[in-house]
């Protein structure tokens, strides 16, 4: 794989944890679903992002930034974009008042399960980005490893020897004269009679 294939790589998955982790305790918190495309768009955005960033090292410091500004982001682009549009009570507890306030950082949240949430998506992302190399290369060698005894299982032992052929004996030219031989052999070898 070459290198712009494994950033590639790296970026998509960097976006998914990001997004997916996000959306799922989103959700968790009481948030309602967002549309599909309230999913889609940030989906791509992330991909953008990390796709700039993947290879480049980042320190923890920035990563963490990164993650932080990514998640309040994704708060506000689900908030905005759920599939019911917010009314009096709004989403999860926010009024409309609230939600304009996501968008310029001003607005506070009534309860601290939405926060919290995303505190925990934010962790879950830092924590996968930081940790994907060694996933990674620790979940390439378990697919060699399994690989290679999915292989070892199939691949037919050694041919057992065949049996020696009989060995061909050519059949005699000749017939041999044994028989009036044999019986021209007196039968009875004893001393001789006048002894």
Do not use: K
């Not at 190399?133 to 199939?154: E, K, N, P, Q, Y």
């Amino acid at each position: 794989m070459n290198e712009g294939t494994s950033r590639l790589g790296r970026a998509a998955g960097a976006a998914m944890l990001s997004t997916f982790s996000a959306l799922a305790l989103h959700m968790l918190a009481g948030g309602t679903a967002p549309a599909l495309l309230a999913v889609l768009a940030p989906l791509g955005a992330s991909f953008a992002v990390a796709a700039q960033l993947a290879g480049r090292p980042l320190g923890r410091w920035r990563l963490a930034l990164v993650v932080g500004a990514s998640q309040a982001a994704l708060h506000t682009t689900f908030s905005l974009g759920a599939a019911d549009a917010p009314g009096a009570t709004g989403h999860a507890g926010h009024d409309a008042a609230a939600l304009a306030g996501a968008l310029d950082g001003t607005g506070v949240h009534a309860h601290a399960a939405m926060p919290l949430a995303h505190l925990v998506a934010g962790t879950i992302t830092y924590l996968g980005i930081r940790a994907a190399g060694t996933v990674l290369a620790a979940a390439s060698r378990i697919v060699a490893l399994a690989l290679d005894a999915l292989l070892a299982s199939l691949r037919l032992g050694p041919v057992p020897a065949l049996a020696p052929a009989p060995r061909l004996v050519p059949a005699p030219t000749r017939a041999f004269a044994t028989l009036p031989l044999v019986l021209a052999v007196p039968s009875g070898r004893g001393p001789p009679v006048t002894a």
